[in-house]
Nanobody
């Protein structure tokens, strides 16, 4: 069974920075796309940024130029560096990853569209 564990959320003033981390655990063969999504109260979950296994990136329009996504494949970890934060960035941030898991004893592979538990980011004005 695979698991995503997020860290790095918190409270910051407008204009400040935070760095989110998300590490994947389990019997992992490969991790394909990884990404960050966010959901504010009353809003739908939206894409913040994503990164492929070859480090091609995509950003939501509202965060372009302020946020940077990166990954460390050796650590099965994805990061989100958030700069110039605004109050409208306040949300729960969720990590997502498409993970190939080796099933012990069976020789088979399972593919998981996995989500983290979410981490709160609050930006005060």
């Amino acid at each position: 069974q695979v698991q995503l564990v997020e860290s790095g959320g918190g409270l910051v003033q407008a204009g400040g920075s935070l760095r989110l981390s998300c590490a994947a655990y389990g019997n992992i063969l490969a991790i394909n796309a990884m990404g960050w999504y966010r959901q504010a109260p009353g809003n739908q979950r939206e894409l913040v940024a994503s990164i492929t296994s070859t480090s091609n990136t995509e950003y939501g329009a509202s965060v372009k130029g302020r946020f940077t996504i990166s990954r460390d494949n050796a650590k099965n970890t994805v990061y989100l560096q958030m700069n110039s934060l605004k109050p409208e960035d306040t949300a729960i941030y969720y990590c997502n990853a498409l993970i190939e898991e080796s099933i012990s004893g069976s020789g088979s592979i399972a593919v998981h569209d996995s989500w983290g538990q979410g981490t709160q980011v609050t930006v005060s004005s």
